[in-house]
């Protein structure tokens, strides 16, 4: 007799599920999330404006800095543009963007996750947020 595992999550019917999970995944990782959710329909949290800032390669910060003024582009994404610009106007030979990413972006983007107020944010409030850590933050010298 044999057992059936008790793991289902890949059958087709699931299959779905699993396929917007890793997809997901992907996009955060990637700095890619407030797009993903956007190019589903579905509503983009107000922290998520900040997946690009905290994860995105140098490249696409620029690509995004570069689109600021486009036709068509939605208040926030022209706001994130603004900020993705200012980062990288920030970063150099004392504070890599990795740096900043890491000590600064992701745990404030984690930090605006967990808290339910942010979603009544507006752009100025997120905006300002955002500012306010880049400018607390010290790099760390090295001798």
């Given amino acids: 007799m044999t057992t059936r595992p008790?793991?289902?999550?890949?059958?087709?019917?699931?299959?779905a599920g699993a396929v917007e999970l890793v997809a997901d995944c992907e996009a955060f990782l990637?700095?890619?999330?407030?797009?993903?959710?956007?190019a589903r329909g579905a509503p983009v949290p107000v922290w998520a404006w900040?997946?690009?800032?905290?994860h995105g390669s140098e490249e696409d910060l620029a690509a995004s800095a570069a689109s600021l003024g486009s036709a068509g582009a939605s208040?926030?994404?022209?706001a994130r543009a603004r900020l993705a610009g200012e980062l990288l106007s920030a970063t150099g030979p004392d504070c890599a963007l990795t740096e900043l990413q890491g000590a600064v972006?992701?745990?404030l983007e984690l930090s605006l996750a967990a808290r339910e107020a942010v979603e009544r944010w507006d752009r100025r409030t997120w905006l300002s947020t955002v500012r306010a850590a880049l400018r607390a933050?010290?790099?760390?010298?090295r001798s």
Avoid: F, Q
Wanted: charged share 25%.
């Fill in 30 to 38: 990637l700095g890619r999330y407030a797009e993903e959710l956007s």
């Fill in 75 to 78: 208040p926030w994404r022209a």
């Fill in 50 to 54: 900040t997946n690009l800032l905290a």
């Fill in 6 to 15: 008790t793991c289902d999550v890949w059958r087709p019917e699931h299959n």
């Fill in 137 to 141: 933050y010290r790099p760390s010298r």
């Fill in 105 to 107: 972006l992701a745990p």
